[in-house]
């Protein structure tokens, strides 16, 4: 398995059974690939999860603000790491 695809597995399985914002996210994949013993940084688990967004396998959801809801494709990366949900 290629980097960038272990990648996109850690990520997917991050958010898998729930609601996550992102440092869950990226918690849950700095565990699991340092157990892989192939370690991803922040700005890595960041771009897979925009990929996997932009792709349609997952959905991007606000939870506070306006409007709240799903959001239409990837929201901007500023809003990535406010109270916001992928």
Avoid: Q, W
């Avoid at 990929?51 to 901007?76: C, I, N, Q, S, T």
Wanted: include cysteine; charged fraction near 30%; glycine fraction near 6%.
């Amino acid at each position: 398995m290629k980097r960038a695809e272990l990648l996109r597995h850690l990520v997917m399985n991050a958010m898998a059974d729930d609601y996550e914002e992102f440092d869950v996210i990226h918690a849950n994949v700095a565990d699991d690939s340092e157990r892989c013993g192939v370690p991803f940084d922040r700005s890595d688990t960041l771009h897979a999860l925009i990929e996997v967004v932009h792709d349609g396998l997952a959905k991007a959801y606000r939870f506070e603000g306006e409007p709240e809801g799903e959001m239409d494709g990837v929201p901007p990366i500023a809003e990535i790491e406010t109270p916001f949900t992928i």
